[in-house]
């Protein structure tokens, strides 16, 4: 301690502040070497549950504001959700999105019976070149008949 009287009493100060707080320093370390894995793995579990049941409660808390929309924000980044459940949506919001689909199989079906009815046209127009045409019934088995029956005539 006789180091210390010769110091001014600011300069002793902040020595003795810089001991106490090794000493503290050495002291936390020994604990934390000392004490086991599993009171920080019981305390992280004890904040889990914390943190897992104030989450309902805002949520419950947005719902009887009557809100529409709820925006939460974690760790910088935001998530959308509806505010009211959806027993509580309206019908024609509900009508409104099954929209698209109906507007879809109805466009294939379209679509379908247009391919359908291109392929009976070829086929009649097939079939009436050959009732109405004068050939000998051994054109009929030539490869080069259907050939001849696809090219346009004059």
Same mark, same amino acid.
């Given at each position: 301690?006789?180091?210390? !009287? ?14 106490? @707080?090794?000493?503290? @320093?050495? =002291? ?31 949520? !419950? =808390?947005?719902? !009887? ?13 935001? =998530? ?25 199989? =109805? ?24 009732? !109405? ?22």
């Amino acid at each position: 301690m006789n180091k210390l !009287t010769n110091l001014s009493p600011d300069r002793r100060r902040e020595v003795l502040q810089e001991r106490l @707080a090794c000493r503290i @320093a050495a =002291a936390l370390t020994e604990q934390q070497a000392a004490a086991p894995r599993h009171d920080i793995e019981e305390r992280l579990r004890v904040a889990r549950e914390q943190a897992l049941a104030r989450r309902p409660r805002t949520r !419950t =808390a947005a719902q !009887t504001a009557g809100t529409d929309v709820v925006v939460g924000t974690r760790g910088g980044s935001a =998530a959308l959700g509806g505010g009211k459940s959806p027993s509580s949506t309206p019908w024609w919001l509900r009508v409104s999105s099954l929209l698209p689909l109906g507007l879809l199989l =109805a466009g294939l079906v379209l679509i379908d019976r247009h391919y359908t009815r291109a392929q009976v046209e070829a086929a009649a127009e097939v079939d009436a070149a050959l009732l !109405t045409d004068d050939l000998p019934p051994d054109a009929y088995r030539d490869p080069g008949f259907a050939e001849f029956l696809k090219r346009e005539r004059p």
